[in-house]
């Protein structure tokens, strides 16, 4: 490339617009319990998170999520802090690198490594995390993006495939998933680890504003914030808890 050309080259990218970083977050509550909130950062393919929830332990997170131009994941990493877990437990890293026909997951922490991979047979794979509403944005967002591209119509189902995070890969390989997009911002998901359906309301940039688990088993009521929470401040509530209180207990119990 002669001088010239690499000075014209360079003088487009320096001006060209740059990507406005978007910050929001969710808070997610099952009853009149908060067992979720996140903080999220979005510039251009890549997400960032940070993130509590007692599910019902509770685990402090940090996520980072690389998108391929379709959406889908192509590279993440997240590192989880578990308080009551045993000490060789407590840290520990998931990394998972997806292609077209696989997914590769590791596990690291004090105990040691679980490395396993598996093959998606060109379905699309997204990770799977109940308690993380800006993965299930992503989720959905990819779903939405292939029923567009193949023309379908609202009602018509797109197959996806998804991955667990939380779950040992050995016994956990990759499950099917199923989003019906319904018109009007809105989407239904079903997969193998929900028990009935869940409800999505997106905007038309495909942002997730509410999702709803009431016709499903999991029954948490999620909403998009538009300020990013104070994480650190509702982890550090969520650990003072758990600790005073002996461990984890159960959330939102059924009145007799």
Do not use: N
Not at 4 to 25: D, F, I, K, S
Not at 138 to 156: F, K, S
Not at 205 to 224: D, F, I, N, P
């Amino acid at each position: 490339m002669t001088r010239p050309a690499a000075c014209a080259l360079a003088l487009l990218a320096a001006c060209a617009p740059a990507v406005p970083e978007e910050r929001y977050g969710f808070v997610a509550l099952l009853g009149r319990d908060t067992v979720a909130v996140e903080r999220v950062a979005r510039h251009g393919d890549v997400v960032t998170a940070e993130a509590v929830d007692r599910f019902p332990r509770v685990r402090s997170r940090r996520l980072r999520v690389e998108l391929a131009p379709d959406g889908a994941i192509r590279r993440l990493a997240m590192d989880v802090h578990t308080p009551s877990e045993p000490p060789e437990q407590r840290d520990r890293r998931v990394t998972a690198e997806v292609t077209a026909d696989s997914v590769r997951l590791v596990k690291v922490d004090r105990a040691g490594t679980v490395s396993r991979a598996f093959a998606t047979g060109g379905g699309a794979a997204m990770a799977h995390l109940p308690q993380s509403y800006a993965l299930y944005e992503l989720y959905l967002d990819a779903a939405l993006r292939r029923a567009a591209a193949a023309g379908r119509a609202p009602g018509d189902t797109v197959q996806m495939r998804q991955f667990y995070l939380d779950r040992e890969f050995d016994r956990f390989p990759l499950h099917r998933g199923v989003v019906r997009p319904l018109g009007g911002g809105r989407a239904e998901i079903a997969h193998d680890w929900l028990s009935g359906t869940g409800e999505a309301t997106l905007d038309s940039a495909r942002r997730l504003l509410r999702y709803s688990g009431a016709r499903s088993t999991y029954q948490v009521e999620v909403r998009r914030l538009a300020e990013p929470p104070d994480v650190g401040e509702v982890a550090a509530r969520f650990a003072e808890v758990e600790a005073r209180g002996g461990g984890e207990r159960a959330l939102s119990v059924r009145d007799t």
